[in-house]
């Protein structure tokens, strides 16, 4: 059998740390970054005798999360405890939430080649994060640092909807994006605040059954989620069509041989034992405090995107590229409200700016000038202060070393020559130089004219007003 | 009367009357432990130093009037499973061996609030499980009533200090039965508070759904006196009560006319010594005497209480004592391969058998495939347990019933046979299991001379009455005055 019989079957575990400025049950701050063991205390170290309260904007993010993809919010939730060891995890028990989950039953929708699709949510539930393992900077030691130790994250499991990398991808660039919108979390991939686990499994086209299924853990950037998937997808097939079975075992994705290994082996088996946590008390909820949450849930990417549509006549990919990202759908919006040109700032944010973030794998978040920045970028260039390839240099500085637009061209002395007297005399010294040019253009060879706009811009290091040039060129050819 | 005979309130008319000073009262104490500990064995760690200084400084303050305070320079002792900042904190246990706090208990917190002075840390059972204290990783601590027998548990090293007379008061803990059956045991006054009266933030947990600290005290205005330090709301406990202060000494009127006394008659059958019963029958005569009705009633669901806690609180157990891995503190085993055995073998001889024991039964019900037939059961029996106290509170005020089914029993003799030790608790766990408050005092000896426990349970946060049922029962008996702790070898 080839490939096209069969079908792909997805689902993922998302978890993203909740940007709470304090941890789940302590009040130690979640900043990220910080030296070893500095954001720690007696109750996220699981010193003896010390106990855990829950942070109330814990339930809050992740009641926004629930309430922004559609799930329904259960009013009488708990903490359960889920038992295993492992040094990065101090109380021998993390503290997650088992068979009554915050949220449950949501979808989002994703766009694919075949149009809209719904991803429907299981579940999403409340959890600390574990701390963080250093094996390699001390020969043969193992430390652990416990900075992470109690950051919350909520974990979205989705149904198993997904049949392609690709839709892997979409619905985790969805999540990401409403993540950011309802500004729960930063959704740092780098930094590992937004990270998924994979479930894939495939089986023969028409087949009721799902096929055994892998988990691949931890993945923290698009590009290996999709590169992963078709990975496992590939070798999950060559396995059947080998005769073999495919094994349920967890595996780890290495980007550098493009692989999946085995992560555990299976006499470990795990039985977390979990059961409710006593030392926490049952979440309850009213109605007025979800109806309040719902209330101020701000605009989600979607609804931005149909307003971009019709307001900005964006077009369809240009608006889901821009939206996609609530940095750079802000940045968007407030370089419109500075320069009043949608359709310049449309093209700097989907050419230039996406560019250099692509070669950088930049993250929107990490854009370090805002849009009023880029708004008087554009303003300098709609009244001539400077050439479009003279703004190109300014953006580049702006993402080296962000300030006024105004200011840098200033200090790199980039104002643009538009000064008639000035033109003039490039003009006539330009003319002079290039004799041959100047026959070539008299004698109907229009393109003459553009080599001679071309060496006045380089005589003034691109800082001449272009129009000007070519104007007085014009005039003076005549 | 020596100072360490006084009990604190006692203590505090004296030191009013300029009679006596703090340095007095903290040297007749580091004095009286240097003559009983070598017998009873009560203290892991004795703050003799540390307390005369701070008696020293103490009483600077008071005469300077730059402290006031009714409790200032009483001196304390404190079971060694609440952590106490730069003091070891071993719960017993060779886990803990060198384990020191880097803060402390909210109790301990509120101990150091008073001026009150810590005395030391007490012996235990390990990690609190046990009902003789024999399960200390340190030493035995004995009876001082007789030194052959055990001073029960799991707050053993407390009441026997307690009744030494080489505290004058103590702080214990209770999750079964650990602080009422070793007062039982010593003769002294034990009281369990509702669940949630006190905060057990910074109390090395053993099962937190039952686990309470209370005090131990020579009389019951003393226990009222402690309860009013510690008890009270505090936002680092979840489970910690938000209700308004409350002064206990204020409800001992000494008059119970009119009280309603229940007595289940499921606590006097099969397994409960002739003597205890007898003496807890001239107890309840006693009671009708000084205006009480009493009257016997059946709480059946009791003879499930037993199966029920040892498997809530060994399931707790087995999740709470998780985090002594050898990782970040406690013990570290010496030598090891790979992650796995530094796990094991910590664990392996880091812990006693009985912890040991209690963490593959509480790993065992939580297991998948067994989770349903024993935790879960458990949880629907302990909501029965609770029905059927509240349905006996529509009735009564107070429920009476023995503290132990036995007087304190002989050193060694139940240390192999761990089901007859846990059989020990049978009188007391129901009341962990229903959350509510329970108070143990003397109600008499028996032919040897061991002194029995009478418990009295009271409904959820009604301390003030348990407390007047038994303060007035002893204004009555004057136990104290009639009976000492002879030290017996």
Redesign the interface.
């Known amino acids: 059998m080839s490939r096209e019989d069969y079908e792909v079957v997805i689902g993922l575990e998302i978890h993203a740390e909740l940007a709470t400025k304090t941890k789940i049950f302590c009040s130690c701050p979640t900043k990220f970054g910080g030296s070893p063991n500095t954001q720690t205390c007696p109750i996220c170290m699981a010193m003896p005798g010390t106990l855990p309260v829950l942070n109330e904007k814990v339930v809050e993010y992740a009641v926004k999360a629930g309430l922004a993809t559609n799930c329904t919010i259960s009013k009488d939730s708990k903490n359960d405890r889920k038992n295993y060891f492992y040094p990065d995890l101090p109380k021998a028990y993390q503290i997650s939430q088992y068979d009554k989950p915050l949220c449950e039953h949501g979808y989002v929708e994703i766009d694919t080649e075949h149009g809209k699709k719904k991803i429907r949510l299981l579940r999403i539930h409340i959890e600390e994060d574990a701390g963080k393992l250093n094996h390699d900077e001390f020969a043969g030691d193992s430390l652990v640092d416990l900075n992470r130790a109690g950051v919350p994250l909520i974990e979205m499991v989705s149904e198993p909807d997904i049949s392609s990398a690709e839709e892997a991808e979409a619905y985790m660039r969805k999540i990401k994006s409403i993540l950011e919108y309802i500004e729960v979390s930063d959704c740092k991939m780098q930094e590992g605040s937004l990270r998924a686990d994979v479930n894939v499994s495939v089986k023969k086209k028409g087949d009721t059954k799902l096929g055994t299924r892998t988990e691949m853990k931890n993945m923290n950037s698009f590009k290996s989620i999709e590169r992963a998937i078709k990975y496992e997808v590939d070798r999950q097939i060559d396995v059947i069509e080998d005769g073999g079975k495919v094994e349920q075992e967890t595996l780890r994705w290495d980007d550098v041989s493009g692989k999946t290994f085995p992560m555990r082996d299976k006499e470990d088996a795990q039985d977390y034992r979990y059961f409710p946590d006593p030392d926490l008390v049952a979440i309850r909820l009213s109605d007025e405090y979800v109806e309040n949450i719902r209330k101020s849930l701000p605009e989600l990417p979607e609804s931005r995107k149909e307003r971009y549509l019709k307001d900005y006549k964006l077009s369809e990919k240009d608006a889901r590229l821009i939206t996609s990202s609530k940095y750079l759908s802000d940045l968007f919006e407030k370089a419109i409200e500075v320069c009043n040109n949608p359709k310049a700032v449309n093209n700097w944010i989907i050419s230039d700016i996406s560019r250099i973030l692509n070669e950088t794998e930049m993250d929107p978040i990490e854009i370090p000038f805002d849009g009023n920045q880029l708004g008087k970028l554009i303003i300098l260039i709609d009244k001539g202060t400077i050439s479009t390839s003279i703004a190109k240099k300014v953006l580049e500085e702006l993402f080296e070393n962000p300030r006024d637009p105004e200011e840098i061209i200033k200090e790199k002395g980039w104002i643009q020559i538009s000064d008639e007297g000035a033109i003039k005399e490039i003009v006539q010294k330009v003319l002079s130089e290039n004799p041959k040019s100047v026959a070539d253009y008299k004698a109907g060879k229009d393109k003459a004219l553009g080599y001679l706009v071309g060496q006045a811009m380089k005589q003034t290091k691109g800082k001449a007003n272009p129009q000007m040039l070519n104007q007085m060129f014009k005039e003076e050819l005549k | 009367m020596e100072i360490t005979e006084l009990t604190v309130h006692e203590l505090q008319d004296k030191l009013k009357s300029k009679e006596i000073s703090i340095t007095d009262i903290t040297k007749a104490y580091i004095e009286r432990i240097e003559q009983k500990e070598n017998d009873v064995q009560a203290f892991v760690t004795v703050l003799k130093d540390e307390a005369l200084e701070q008696a020293k400084d103490i009483q600077e303050k008071v005469e300077t009037g730059k402290i006031k305070g009714e409790f200032a320079g009483i001196p304390i002792g404190i079971k060694d499973?609440?952590?106490t900042k730069g003091i070891k904190?071993t719960?017993s246990s060779r886990m803990?061996e060198n384990?020191i706090?880097?803060?402390d208990?909210t109790v301990v917190e509120k101990i150091k609030n008073e001026n009150i002075i810590d005395l030391g840390k007490l012996n235990m059972d390990e990690f609190a499980m046990g009902g003789s204290t024999e399960y200390s990783y340190f030493k035995k601590t004995k009876n001082p009533w007789n030194l052959n027998k055990v001073p029960g548990g799991s707050s053993g090293g407390s009441a026997a200090a307690v009744a030494a007379n080489m505290v004058p008061w103590a702080l214990g803990s209770d999750t079964g039965g650990s602080i009422r059956q070793p007062s039982s045991f010593c003769g002294v006054v034990g009281l369990k508070p509702t669940y949630g009266l006190v905060s057990?933030?910074?109390?090395?947990?053993f099962?937190?759904?039952l686990d309470q600290i209370g005090p131990i005290t020579k009389d019951v205005q003393d226990a009222a006196m402690l309860l009013n330090i510690i008890a009270g709301h505090d936002?680092?406990?979840?489970?910690s009560a938000n209700r308004e202060k409350v002064d206990y000494t204020k409800a001992l009127t000494g008059n119970v006319k009119g009280l309603k006394i229940g007595v289940p008659k499921e606590f006097f059958g099969e397994g409960i010594n002739e003597e205890v019963k007898a003496s807890l029958q001239k107890a309840i005569e006693k009671y009708k005497e000084l205006g009480a009705q009493v009257e016997e009633f059946s709480l059946d669901i009791a003879k499930y209480a037993l199966a029920t806690y040892y498997i809530i609180a060994c399931?707790?157990a087995?999740?709470n004592l998780?985090?002594?891995?050898g990782?970040?503190?406690g013990y570290r085993t010496p030598e090891y391969k790979d992650?796995k055995d530094l796990?094991r073998k910590s664990r392996s001889e880091g812990f006693g058998p009985e912890v040991k024991r209690r963490i593959i039964l509480g790993?065992y019900v939580?297991?998948?495939g067994y989770?349903d037939a024993y935790?879960k059961k458990a949880q629907k029996v302990r909501t029965l347990v609770m029905n059927e106290f509240n349905k006996g509170f529509e009735k009564y005020d107070v429920i009476l019933t023995p503290t132990s089914p036995t007087v304190a029993f002989d050193l060694g003799s139940k240390t192999n046979a761990p089901l007859e030790m846990y059989l020990a608790d049978i009188c007391t766990v129901s009341v962990n299991i229903a959350g509510l408050p329970g108070i143990s005092i003397p109600s008499g000896v028996d032919s040897e001379g061991m002194p029995i426990g009478m418990q009295l349970i009271g409904n959820r946060f009604c301390e003030e009455t348990i407390l007047n049922a038994a303060y007035t029962y002893q204004q009555a008996t004057k136990f104290r005055e009639n009976h000492k702790p002879e030290f017996k070898k």
């Open positions: 499973n609440m952590c904190t719960c803990l384990f706090s880097p803060y208990a057990r933030y910074g109390l090395v947990a099962a937190s759904s936002e680092r406990d979840s489970t399931a707790e087995s999740s998780g985090r002594f891995d990782i970040r503190y992650l796990y790993t939580l297991s998948s989770y935790y």
